[in-house]
C-alpha cells in the first residue's frame, strides 16, 4: 500500500529541509564574516609594517591595532598584530618615547578586550600587558608629584579586574538564541496561523503565540542578568 503523502505546509520533511536551508545560510554568513576579518587583518598589518619601517610608530600603532582587532579563529594575523604593538613599544622605548610606548601597549589590551566573546582571545598576553601598563602609569604619577606608594598595585588590580566586570558570555550565547527563536516563533505565527485573508487558524496561532511570548521574555531576562 502506497502511504500518502504529507500536504500539511508544516510538515516534518518541510519543517526539516527548512531548518537545514537556515543552517546552510548560517555557515555562508559567518565564512563571508570571517573572510572580510581576514583581509582586512591582512591589508592593516601591511599597512602597520610599512610604517613601522619608515619609522612612522603612532600610525603604526594605529594599523597594527587595527589588524589586531579582525580576530578569525584558527587564524595568526591578529597575533602578528599584537606582536608588531609589542616591537613598537620596544623601539618607541628605545628612541625616548615612553609615552608612545605606553599607547602601543594600551592599544594592544583594548584591542584583545574587543575580540572578547565566549573566551578570551591572546588572554596569555594579558598579565604581561597589564604589569607594563601599571608600572608605567605609576611612573607617569611619579614624575607628576602626586605618586602614592600604592599606585602600580592600584592600578595592577584595576586591570585585572577585566573579568569581574565583563557580562556572562553564557547567558549572552542563551539570550541571543532566545532572542532568534524569538524571530523564529513570530515568523511561524504569520506562516502557520494566518489565512491569506488575515484571518486566524486559532489552532495554530495559539501555540504560535505562547512560544513567542515565552521566548521574548526568556531574551529579556536573560539580558537583564548576563
Known sequence: ????????????????????????LLVGLFAVAAGRAAVSCRRELHAAEGFFAAGDLASAVLSARHA??????LDSCSE????????????????GQG????????????????????????AERLPRL??????RMAAER???GKAKPDDQARYLAQLDGYEARRPNPWLALAGSLGFVGWLG?????AWFGLRADGSFVWQRA??????????????LTLVRFA
Request: glycine fraction near 10%; charged fraction near 20%.
Open 99 to 122: 609615552d608612545l610606548a605606553l599607547v602601543a601597549l594600551r592599544s594592544a589590551r583594548t584591542s584583545i578586550m574587543l575580540t572578547r566573546g565566549l573566551y578570551t582571545p591572546h
Open 1 to 24: 500500500m502506497v502511504e500518502p503523502r504529507d500536504e500539511r505546509p508544516w510538515g516534518p520533511g518541510k519543517i526539516a529541509r527548512g531548518l537545514g536551508l537556515v543552517a546552510l
Open 206 to 219: 495559539w501555540g504560535w503565540a505562547g512560544t513567542a511570548l515565552v521566548l521574548f521574555c526568556l531574551w
Open 185 to 189: 516563533a513570530v515568523a511561524g505565527f
Open 68 to 73: 589586531a582587532e579582525w580576530y578569525v579563529p
Open 142 to 144: 611619579r614624575l607628576s
Open 80 to 95: 602578528a598584530g599584537l606582536s608588531l604593538l609589542d616591537e613598537v613599544a620596544a623601539k618607541a622605548d628605545a628612541t
Open 130 to 135: 597589564h604589569a607594563e601598563i601599571a608600572a
